[in-house]
């Protein structure tokens, strides 16, 4: 689900949000402020920007509070051998005869662009839990899909932040 989320991810939300509201909301209101110091405010292009911006701001700090509260706590802990929550990968894709390299990752962190890829995705799906060398059957829907072989599994480094958009 979508409210799965690791002790991580949740901190990194409670740091956004900390800083949306202690940085980003008091520049923003100071852009509403100089921006309606301009004059008429129905003609203003600024203010309405600057008005868009606070708001858009407001509205993120609401998503981010809700999915925090919302949240259930999953472990992101594995046996070293099994494909789990926070691994690299490598699968070779039969069709294609081609190895790629992921990262297992909770729904709101996934990028497929980044090969971050969601427990709940399809591939993500497929490959909990697997070993290394098994042959894993990646469903697209009830009559298509295609194989992958798991070439290896390694334990991602904690230091290594996730290059992709916050949350």
Not at 4 to 17: F, G, H, P
Not at 24 to 50: C, I
Request: some cysteine; proline content about 1%.
């Amino acid at each position: 689900m979508f409210n799965e989320l690791t002790q991580k991810d949740i901190d990194d939300m409670k740091a956004e949000v900390e800083h949306r509201k202690c940085v980003v909301r008091k520049e923003l209101l100071e852009d509403v402020k100089t921006a309606r110091a301009h004059g008429d405010l129905s003609e203003n292009f600024e203010y309405k920007a600057a008005k868009q911006a606070k708001n858009q701001n407001e509205s993120r700090i609401r998503y981010l509070e809700k999915m925090i509260r919302t949240a259930v706590v999953i472990s992101d802990e594995s046996k070293a051998d099994e494909v789990g929550l926070g691994n690299v990968i490598e699968l070779y894709f039969e069709d294609d005869d081609e190895i790629e390299e992921f990262k297992i990752v909770t729904t709101v962190r996934g990028n497929s662009l980044k090969n971050l890829i969601s427990t709940e995705s399809p591939i993500g799906k497929a490959v909990l839990g697997h070993k290394v060398g098994d042959r894993v059957w990646v469903a697209i829907n009830q009559n298509a899909g295609y194989y992958v072989e798991i070439k290896s599994i390694k334990e991602a480094d904690p230091n290594e932040e996730d290059q992709l958009r916050k949350f």
